[in-house]
C-alpha cells in the first residue's frame, strides 16, 4: 500500500505530502494508514510525525511522534540549513530563467545598435544646425553693422543738411 495524501493545512507548517512508506504501520483513530509527515516549524524543525491527514475536515484529533525531540542546537543547525537551501532554490530559479532573457538580451543589443546609429545621426544634424546658426549669427550681425552705419551716415548727413542752411 504505496501512497500518499496532500490534504495539508499550512497552519501545521508541515511537508507538502505525507509519506506511507515507513516500517511498523501506525493506524489512526479513524482506522486508515496514518502518512507520516515532517515538521516544519523551528520548534520541530525536521522532526517526523504520524497525524490523520483529514484532522480539519474530520473530529480525528490523532497526532504521534516518530521521532525524539532534538536538541537546541540540531534544531538552530536544521533552521540555518533550510533557510540556505531555500537561498539556493531562489538562485537556482534565477540562473535557470536568465536562459531566456537571452534572447531578450540579444534583441536589446539590437536595439541599443539602432539607437547609436540614431544617436550618430542626430549629433551630424545638430553639428550642421549649430553652422547654419553661426553664420545666421553672423549675417545679423552684420545687417545689424550695416544698419548702424547707414543711421550714422543718415544722421551725419541730415545734421550736415540743416547746418548748411
Known amino acids: ?3 500518499s495524501s496532500s490534504s495539508v493545512v ?3 507548517n508541515i511537508q507538502h505530502e505525507g509519506s506511507f512508506e515507513y516500517e511498523a504501520d501506525v493506524f489512526y483513530y479513524c482506522g486508515e494508514k496514518s502518512p507520516m509527515w515532517t515538521a516544519w516549524k523551528i520548534e520541530n524543525i525536521g522532526r517526523r510525525f504520524f497525524g ?3 484532522f480539519k475536515v474530520s473530529d480525528c484529533e490523532f497526532f504521534k511522534w516518530h521521532d ?3 536538541s537546541e542546537r540540531a534544531k538552530i543547525l536544521l533552521h540555518e540549513m533550510k ?3 531555500g537561498a539556493f532554490k531562489r538562485k537556482n530559479r534565477n540562473f535557470n530563467s536568465r536562459g531566456n532573457n537571452e534572447d531578450e538580451l540579444a ?3 539590437a536595439e541599443l545598435r539602432e539607437l547609436k546609429v540614431e544617436m550618430r545621426t542626430k549629433k551630424d544634424q545638430l553639428g550642421l544646425a549649430m553652422q547654419n546658426l553661426k553664420h545666421l549669427n553672423r549675417e545679423k550681425n552684420m545687417c545689424l553693422i550695416g544698419m548702424c552705419i547707414a543711421w550714422i551716415i543718415c544722421m551725419v548727413g541730415v545734421s550736415g543738411f540743416f547746418e548748411n542752411k
Open 1 to 3: 500500500m504505496s501512497s
Open 10 to 12: 499550512a497552519s501545521r
Open 52 to 54: 490523520c491527514p483529514n
Open 68 to 70: 525524539t525531540e532534538l
Open 83 to 85: 533557510k540556505e537551501n
Open 107 to 109: 534583441e536589446l543589443k
